[in-house]
């Protein structure tokens, strides 16, 4: 079944957070799973459109969210242009240096891919498929309304009135086959077995913005034991990242561990740490070359590693919905080692 649902999902399109196609995975969501039910969040839509001249022909170009503006110029000279950095979030240091030195706009390039990758805004921003020359005109209209969205929570009752939750956002830039159809179409797929505890499938629209985990940052945690978050996930290994209390869930692991590390503040599992739950967040930053592109596509080994995923996952249920977690930690994240650090 795995395959069916990220193919339906896949052919949805980009789910910009508030947007119709948002919307509509919610919607097949819940006709996969019909029990569950909508709890109702605050978040906002966004809407744009860009026109982009380069030699006087229009070209194709992606928006960076939450970009805006018009700009006329010579590229390197009043429009500022980058090669697309090893790693996404150097893109606001990128950014930042085009500012302090007067551009007027920034293009990122990158042969044969675009990316949305937010930055402040005050500027047009987009991104390119191809290393641009010449003169250019960029026109970019960008705007956020309030608008409500809904997490959809599906309950598996357990002897006590305590859950472990299992999630995952159904909001994605651009294709976001991995990040992160892959990780819904898994949750689709699963049938947990509660223990002690129940255990609660938790789908979360606006990860993606308009700020980190929106959505989860309005979910209530007051009977959740704990956390389990798939973000990212992209064959054939995983990242555990999670306070160090829970590092023994990554020693019998099913699939190939690439680390063992401390909570990371860009996913769902913050939230949940934030509000003094444990959490675990799997993913796999082996997808930095295609992270927030349109280069996210599907893979011939996605099949073998949703069964991967699935197996452990099962696996860290079985654990969790008997196991008592306390942490005592406190968690302050560290920006620049994109990870975070005991307060």
């Not at 690439?258 to 796999?284: A, C, H, Q």
């Amino acid at each position: 079944m795995f395959s069916k649902y990220a193919s339906s999902i896949y052919g949805i399109g980009e789910a910009i957070h508030g947007s119709e196609q948002e919307r509509k995975v919610l919607e097949f969501i819940e006709s996969v799973i019909p029990s569950g039910k909508r709890l109702p969040i605050s978040t906002k839509k966004w809407e744009f459109s860009s026109n982009v001249v380069i030699g006087g022909k229009e070209v194709k170009a992606t928006v960076m969210p939450y970009s805006k503006g018009s700009a006329k110029g010579r590229i390197g000279r009043e429009i500022a242009s980058f090669r697309f950095p090893d790693h996404p979030f150097k893109v606001k240091d990128l950014y930042n240096v085009a500012k302090e030195n007067g551009a007027e706009a920034v293009i990122f390039y990158e042969e044969g891919r675009t990316r949305r990758i937010g930055v402040p805004g005050d500027i047009p921003v987009i991104s390119l498929p191809f290393k641009p020359q010449g003169d250019i005109e960029i026109d970019v209209k960008s705007s956020l309304t309030d608008i409500t969205s809904f997490i959809y929570e599906v309950s598996f009752e357990g002897e006590e009135d305590e859950y472990v939750v299992v999630s995952a956002h159904y909001d994605h830039w651009l294709s976001g086959f991995h990040d992160n159809i892959f990780s819904v179409s898994t949750l689709l797929s699963l049938q947990p077995k509660a223990g002690k505890r129940g255990v609660k499938l938790v789908f979360f629209p606006s990860e993606e913005g308009p700020r980190c985990c929106t959505g989860s940052f309005q979910y209530d945690v007051r009977k959740v034991s704990s956390a389990v978050v798939l973000d990212s996930l992209y064959p054939m290994r995983v990242v555990f990242s999670s306070p160090p209390e829970m590092w023994d869930l990554a020693m019998s692991s099913s699939i190939k561990v690439k680390r063992i590390e401390m909570p990371t503040p860009f996913s769902d599992g913050w939230t949940f740490l934030s509000k003094g739950v444990p959490s675990v967040t799997l993913y796999n930053d082996d997808m930095i070359p295609v992270y927030h592109s349109d280069a996210d596509l599907p893979l011939p080994e996605d099949d073998m590693y949703f069964s991967m995923v699935s197996k452990e996952l099962n696996r860290i249920i079985s654990i969790l919905v008997q196991k008592d977690v306390k942490v005592e930690s406190r968690f302050l994240p560290d920006y620049v080692n994109l990870t975070s650090q005991l307060g």
